[in-house]
Nanobody, 125 residues
Framework: QVRLVESGGGSVQAGGSLRLSCGAS????????MGWFRQAPGKEREGVAL????????TYADSVKGRFTISQDKGHNTVYLQMNSLKPEDTAMYYC??????????????????WGTGTQVTVSS
């Protein structure tokens, strides 16, 4: 089992920045890809930024490219999401997730086995 705990959400004005953290505990050796997903009210959950912790390959949603950066501290089993130039449309619950799959399966939401409980990000105009 892997436990994921997110932190760092909050309220910010448009153009501001936030950094989300996701700490993993438990059998973390079983995980390869980790990612950040978000879900706004009335919308489907979508992938925002993903990282293959072995190859360090990253993938971003088009809507956040150039503004968000995912990074890892493998020694501390932590993944970060630096969010800059935030927009009101970035408002959502942000979830950290992990999977034992790697490569192209990193991008498949349905392949993620472990999920955190989420942290709210609210961006006001």
């Amino acid at each position: 089992q892997v436990r994921l705990v997110e932190s760092g959400g909050g309220s910010v004005q448009a153009g501001g920045s936030l950094r989300l953290s996701c700490g993993a505990s438990g059998y973390t050796a079983s995980t390869q890809c980790m990612g950040w997903f978000r879900q706004a009210p009335g919308k489907e959950r979508e992938g925002v930024a993903l990282i293959d912790t072995d190859s360090r390959t990253t993938t971003y949603a088009d809507s956040v490219k150039g503004r968000f950066t995912i990074s890892q501290d493998k020694g501390h089993n932590t993944v970060y999401l630096q969010m800059n130039s935030l927009k009101p449309e970035d408002t959502a619950m942000y979830y950290c997730a992990a999977t034992g799959y790697g490569g192209s399966r990193c991008t498949r939401l349905t392949d993620y086995h472990y999920w955190g409980t989420g942290t709210q990000v609210t961006v006001s105009s």
